[in-house]
């Protein structure tokens, strides 16, 4: 019985020695892959990044789309289809528009521009994307629209949940002309027509 009983604590050590044994196996293997992969996954990283870019979007304040205007006018104004017209035939050879003196955001990035010459103002509808302006569309010699006109504008261009934000050199308050140094917020929306004649 002796033998006997001692032949099975030997099989028990022997069988808990394997079951050691296999469990440090796959313990260590288990280690052992991390190790294995960080060698490859900086490739890996590398075909994600060139397979699928995720492109990164900046939000834009209002104060920052207008420094890029003013800071960029003389390369955006080349968008604009026809060239100005001045009386100054000095003038006239530069054949550059004067700095906007309205602006109006009417959505992100959709902002409507008044500019003019000597002759007429006109307004060109941008769109501020990726710190770089666009032509959406341009209105030559007109200033201002209908109230139906302009929310046809936004509607098209803008966001009409979008609350419309106007900046100007200048504007009548109260049957009186005020004209700022800068692009100035104004509550008024001095694209509409007959917005001069109240």
Avoid at 163 to 178: A, D, F, M, P, Q
Wanted: without cysteine.
């Amino acid at each position: 019985m002796n033998q006997k009983g001692f032949a099975n604590i030997i099989l028990i050590v022997v069988v808990v020695v394997a079951i050691v044994a296999v469990g440090g196996y796959f313990v260590f293997s288990k280690k052992s892959e991390p190790v294995s992969q960080t060698g490859n996954t900086t490739p890996t990283q590398t075909n994600n990044q060139n397979t699928n870019p995720t492109p990164v979007s900046k939000t834009y304040s209002e104060s920052e789309i207008l420094a890029s205007l003013k800071t960029n006018w003389q390369s955006t104004q080349t968008l604009i289809p026809f060239r100005p017209s001045f009386h100054n035939q000095a003038e006239d050879l530069k054949k550059v528009w004067r700095t906007p003196d309205a602006v109006q955001f009417i959505g992100k990035g959709g902002v409507l521009v008044r500019f003019e010459d000597d002759n007429n103002a006109h307004v060109a509808v941008l769109k501020f994307d990726n710190g770089k302006f666009s032509l959406l569309e341009v209105f030559k010699n007109q200033g201002e629209f209908t109230l139906s006109d302009w929310q046809n504008l936004v509607n098209k261009y803008g966001d009409s949940s979008y609350s419309v934000s106007t900046y100007t050199t200048g504007l009548i308050r109260n049957k009186e002309i005020v004209n700022f140094t800068d692009l100035t917020k104004v509550s008024e929306n001095i694209f509409v027509k007959n917005y001069f004649s109240q």
